[in-house]
């Protein structure tokens, strides 16, 4: 199954759990372990990942997890060993636009909360990137998901050793920030 595939879920539909799954806890961005027949709702596909209702709370589950839904698992995304300093950058940005506030159908990076990547080389030898992002609103209890989600992603290439998340709100967002596809997807032109 590949990206193209999750999209065409459809939202409501009901998926009972084929395994012990691990997902992440909306908004909390805590993971938590849901239980092998729990039957899950989903309520978006995009990206990589599904988000799904259960017992009244919401889930992400991350694709290399999708076979707990009966579906096939997707690869941890990675980089070869060899990768240059640009094509770790590359892959930072491209795992950024697998990541989806679980309450807008459109990537972080296109609807415009991504303000910068740097991509470091610490002391120890380690790589460490740091994502300086926002929320939509000061108020948005969706940053702990998108940001564990980011890091989750982003720690699948052996090259990166650690992802800190800087939530900003200067400047504040607005949506002349959001790309022109994202303004299509969401209605706003």
């Not at 300093?85 to 940005?93: K, P, T």
């Not at 994502?131 to 980011?150: F, K, N, Q, S, W």
Request: hydrophobic residues 40%; aromatic residues 6%.
């Amino acid at each position: 199954m590949d990206i193209e595939q999750i999209a065409s879920l459809d939202r409501g539909q009901k998926l009972p759990l084929q395994r012990d799954v691990e997902a992440i806890a909306i908004p909390f961005g805590k993971t938590e372990t849901l239980a092998e027949d729990s039957v899950v709702s989903v309520m978006q596909a995009k990206g990589s990942s599904v988000s799904v209702g259960f017992e009244g709370r919401l889930y992400l589950i991350e694709g290399r997890n999708l076979d707990a839904l009966g579906l096939e698992a997707l690869p941890r995304p990675t980089l070869a060993e060899s990768a240059s300093e640009d094509e770790i950058e590359q892959f930072v940005w491209e795992q950024l636009r697998t990541c989806f506030d679980p309450e807008i159908p459109v990537n972080i990076v296109d609807l415009g909360l991504v303000y910068g990547c740097r991509i470091e080389r610490l002391i120890t030898g380690e790589r460490l990137v740091t994502i300086r992002m926002t929320l939509t609103a000061p108020g948005c209890g969706m940053g702990d998901v998108i940001a564990a989600d980011a890091r989750n992603k982003i720690l699948g290439a052996p090259q990166i050793n650690k992802v800190h998340t800087e939530i900003v709100f200067s400047p504040p967002w607005s949506r002349d920030m959001m790309s022109d596809e994202a303004k299509l997807e969401l209605g706003m032109f």
